[in-house]
Structure formats: C-alpha cells, structure tokens
C-alpha cells in the first residue's frame, strides 16, 4: 500500500510536463501556420503566437497572442476566433493527439506593457533626440 502513496504526485508532474510540451508544439506550428496568412480580410499586420495555456485534463487550449500595429488587434483577433476550427484541423495532424483541444484565442499586451517599461526605465538621453 505504501508504494503507491506518492503516486498521485508523479502523475501530477508528468501531466504538467505533457501539457507544457504539447503547448510548446502548438504555440510552434500554430506561428508556422499562420506566417501563411489567413484568407479573411480581417488578419491584417503582423501576428505573433506568444504562447498557449492548457489547463490539465482540459478541452480548450488558449493562444495568446500579439498583433502590431495594436490597432488591426481585435479585427485580427475576429478573423483567429473565426478561423479556429480550421487551424485546429491544420495542427490536428502534426500533433498526433487522441483529442485535440479546442482553440481560443486572446489578444496578449505583454509585449506593450514591456516597451512601455523599458521607455519609462530608459528615457532617450539628450544624444539620442540629435
């Protein structure tokens, strides 16, 4: 009985660590996969994957994203929720998963904030504005 008391634990971790791998993967071919574009005249500018967020035993992956300029965001945003079904099927292959997980995506202004950051950190000295 005792050998198993710790099991539950290791199951834990491995899941943890399936769900960051497969994640890792999906935030890869997804950045591929959009690089060829979208049909939808909405996806305009420049789209980024920044990552994906699976919860265990989920059935929904979230993909988050950054979209310059900052205003084609939530036109772009649109097209990717309208177009989820057909990059799940895109990715379903590559993945080799038993149940690929449904896909949301979410605008994601973290590259903005840190900009912002490092603009209020590093003001242009008076050499720079020259």
Known sequence: MRKNAGRGESDDATSAIRGAQVASRLTRLLQERLVRGLSDPRFQG?????????????????????????????????????AAPRLRADVMGPMRLRKMPRLRFELDDSLKKMDAIGDVANPPSSEDQS
Do not use: I
């Not at 994906?52 to 989920?58: F, I, N, Y």
């Open 46 to 82: 420049m789209v980024s994957v920044l990552g994906v967020e699976m919860a265990p035993r989920t059935d929904e992956a979230v993909v988050r994203v950054s979209v310059l300029p900052d205003s084609r965001g939530r036109l772009a945003l649109a097209a990717l929720q309208s």
